[in-house]
């Protein structure tokens, strides 16, 4: 079993810059990838990045490549989501999921609760 926990979320003007955590429980959370989401209401949760389980290994979606970061420190079972440039269209709750990776929700078996992250103009 593997607990998730999002911080970090918050209010933001545009072009500015928040971090996201994921802190996890469990002695195995370090063995996963770890993938954010996001849904905006109204809309489909939409894939955001992931990473493998080493950390080596990132991929994210097209709409926040070059702006977002995802990294991760496995002594502290956490991962973070470093966003930059932040745009209102990024504005949405943010989730954190531990699995196999990928950019399915498929691909993953425990969630998060969410963070908030909005994003004014």
């Known amino acids: 079993q593997v607990q998730l926990v999002e911080s970090g979320g918050g209010l933001v003007q545009a072009g500015g810059s928040l971090r996201l955590s994921c802190a996890a429980s469990?002695?195995?959370?370090?063995?996963?990838?770890r993938g954010w989401f996001r849904q905006a209401p109204g809309k489909e949760r939409e894939f955001v990045g992931f990473i493998n389980w080493s950390g080596g290994a990132t991929t994210y979606a097209d709409s926040v490549k070059g702006r977002f970061t995802i990294s991760r420190d496995n002594a502290k079972n956490t991962v973070y989501l470093q966003m930059n440039n932040l745009k209102p269209e990024d504005t949405a709750v943010y989730y954190c999921a531990s699995g196999v990776g990928g950019s399915s929700r498929r691909g993953y078996d425990y969630w998060g609760q969410g963070t908030q992250v909005t994003v004014s103009s």
């Open positions: 469990g002695r195995t959370a370090s063995l996963y990838a």
